[in-house]
């Protein structure tokens, strides 16, 4: 979807009852496994380098973090990601919505 003024669009969309949910990594962002899944959401991604817009976080209802996952993972893996400190847009994206989509049943 193309549009001029996203802060905008997405009060709009609140205002229908839509939930905005946002990525970001800050002390006020929750985490991932705190979103409840099951209502109209729509998700915003910021870009790898700078995140979201400032005026786009805004207008998110809440913005979440994803955990890297290294109580999982075995110290060496965990060394070699270093300092990262952000997951690929694509990847974060693709959590994000598994958490959300995860549990509906699928039909033919």
């Keep these: 979807m193309r549009q001029k003024n996203l802060p905008r669009l997405l009060e709009n969309a609140r205002q229908d009852g839509w939930r905005v949910v ?15 899944p099951g209502r109209p ?4 991604l910021g870009n790898e380098g700078h995140g979201l817009r400032t005026n786009v976080r805004r207008a998110c ?3 979440v ?3 890297r996952g290294t ?5 060496k893996e965990a060394a070699e990601l270093g300092d990262l ?6 990847v974060s994206g693709g ?14």
């Design 71 to 75: 109580r999982s993972m075995k110290q």
């Design 22 to 36: 946002g990525t970001a990594l800050s002390d006020d962002s929750i985490p991932l496994e705190e979103l409840k």
């Design 61 to 63: 209802d809440v913005t």
């Design 95 to 108: 959590i994000l919505l598994h958490h959300l989509l995860g549990n509906i049943p699928m039909t033919d």
């Design 41 to 44: 959401t729509i998700v915003v």
């Design 65 to 67: 973090r994803i955990a």
């Design 85 to 90: 400190d952000s997951l690929n847009v694509s």
